[in-house]
């Protein structure tokens, strides 16, 4: 089983920063893939941005040039610098993880969630 746990999310102004960290843990062989999704209230779950474990990464156009993706070096932890934020940024953010776990089967674990309010 495959856990990840989200961290960073917070109260911001509009134009302001936060950085959200996510772990993953587990009967882990590899991470091919790890992500952020969002869900506003009363709005589907969207992708925000994926990064591969060879660092290929892939942003919604919303945030693309504001937002940076990028994994720590033991690879089982993904990061999501955002930056001018927008009150439309405000979600809940999902942590998600593409994993090979030590059975060499692929499974796709979500985090928790974690709040970003953007309110001036």
């Known amino acids: 089983q495959v856990q990840l746990v989200e961290s960073g999310g917070g109260l911001v102004q509009p134009g302001g920063s936060l950085r959200l960290s996510c772990a993953a843990s587990?009967?882990?062989?590899?991470?091919?893939?790890m992500g952020w999704y969002r869900q506003a209230p009363g709005k589907q779950r969207e992708l925000v941005a994926t990064?591969?474990?060879?660092?290929?990464?892939n942003y919604a156009d919303s945030v693309k040039g504001r937002f940076t993706i990028s994994r720590g070096a033991a690879e089982n932890t993904v990061y999501l610098e955002m930056n001018s934020l927008k009150l439309e940024d405000a979600a809940d953010y999902y942590c998600?993880?593409?994993?090979?776990?030590?059975?060499?089967?692929?499974?796709?674990?979500w985090g928790q969630g974690t709040q970003v309010t953007v309110s001036s």
């Open positions: 990064i591969t474990s060879g660092g290929d990464t």
């Open positions: 587990g009967n882990i062989f590899s991470i091919p893939t």
């Open positions: 998600s993880a593409a994993v090979i776990d030590i059975r060499r089967r692929p499974q796709f674990a």
